[in-house]
């Protein structure tokens, strides 16, 4: 179990909101999370990006869209601005984000965790919060630290709470849902049929939501996305071209990539019997 808030005692004289935020010091250690996140998510869309420049497709470069909460973003986008010519195309634009992000949020990962600290749970235990361990966090986890003893728990580093994030956000683009990257190789790899995909998916989604209400922001946007586009992903200007066995490979490693990202409560109450 990961928590976000220290097992350290209180300091007797709480500083003060110039003492916090006036501090440059203040800043510089949050240049851990948001230089992290920032590489995470801008290597995830500079894949796509640089995948539309290679086959011809207009696209714009990354934007960024802050959220005034715990992660402090919604994650990044490009716009693709022309049809994408055909399904080789289609899924080398789709794969290249994930792919490109998830590379350099495995090594964050280890040495975020590298940084943290096994701390003793507090007695008093109402203001820590419980974020879900992908399955390549376990591993990582017990990698770096081995098995934490009842009672104690990572405290995490900036950086790999980034890490974290980015394995739920490589975890959520690759759902194959319609015009998300997993839906993109979805179509790519099994034409029209990917619409049936992109229904079984959409109810997998509003289940998650019924599970935790992590999903529910994610999961109203989908159903959004899916009443406004359709569950049919549009066709490429030459929809007949086959993709090569090696992009089947390549969409198994996606999927793969998506189990380990994988968590069904991102977000949850600390329990303390998990610790």
């Given amino acids: 179990m990961q928590d976000l808030a220290s097992a350290d005692q209180a300091p007797l004289v709480t500083p003060t909101f110039q003492q916090t935020f006036g501090a440059p010091l203040f800043y510089l250690r949050g240049l851990w999370y948001s230089l992290t996140i920032l590489?995470?998510?801008?290597?995830?869309?500079?894949?796509?990006?640089?995948?539309?420049?290679?086959?011809?497709?207009?696209?714009?470069?990354?934007?960024?869209?802050?959220?005034?909460?715990?992660?402090?973003?919604?994650?990044?986008?490009?716009?693709?601005?022309?049809?994408?010519?055909?399904?080789?195309?289609?899924?080398d634009i789709g794969i290249a984000?994930?792919?490109?992000?998830?590379?350099?949020a495995v090594p964050a990962l280890f040495i975020g965790l590298m940084l943290?600290?096994?701390?003793?749970?507090?007695q008093d235990q109402s203001g820590l919060i419980e974020l879900g361990e992908p399955l390549l966090f376990k591993i990582a986890a017990w990698m770096v630290w081995g098995s934490v003893p009842q009672g104690y728990s990572i405290n995490m580093h900036p950086m790999a709470f980034a890490a974290w994030f980015g394995l739920i956000a490589t975890?959520?683009?690759?759902?194959?849902?319609?015009?998300?990257?997993?839906?993109?190789i979805a179509y790519a790899v099994l034409g029209r049929r990917s619409t049936a995909v992109t229904i079984v998916m959409l109810g997998v989604a509003i289940g998650l939501a019924f599970k935790s209400s992590s999903w529910i922001v994610w999961t109203v946007l989908?159903?959004?996305?899916?009443?406004?586009?359709?569950?049919?992903?549009?066709?490429?200007?030459?929809?007949?071209?086959?993709?090569?066995?090696?992009?089947?490979?390549?969409?198994?490693l996606a999927a793969i990539i998506l189990i380990l990202c994988f968590t069904p409560v991102p977000i949850g109450e600390f329990l303390t019997g998990n610790a």
């Avoid at 984000?97 to 350099?104: D, E, W």
């Fill in 171 to 184: 975890a959520l683009n690759l759902f194959p849902i319609s015009q998300l990257d997993g839906g993109h």
């Fill in 222 to 252: 989908l159903v959004g996305m899916i009443a406004a586009l359709g569950p049919h992903h549009p066709p490429t200007l030459y929809d007949d071209e086959p993709i090569d066995a090696s992009r089947i490979a390549l969409a198994v």
């Fill in 116 to 122: 943290s600290r096994v701390d003793h749970l507090p």
């Fill in 97 to 104: 984000g994930p792919l490109a992000g998830f590379v350099v």
């Fill in 39 to 91: 590489a995470i998510l801008g290597c995830h869309e500079m894949g796509h990006y640089l995948a539309c420049l290679k086959y011809g497709v207009l696209a714009t470069r990354p934007f960024f869209l802050p959220a005034p909460f715990l992660t402090g973003t919604f994650g990044a986008f490009i716009r693709i601005k022309s049809r994408i010519p055909n399904k080789v195309a289609l899924f």
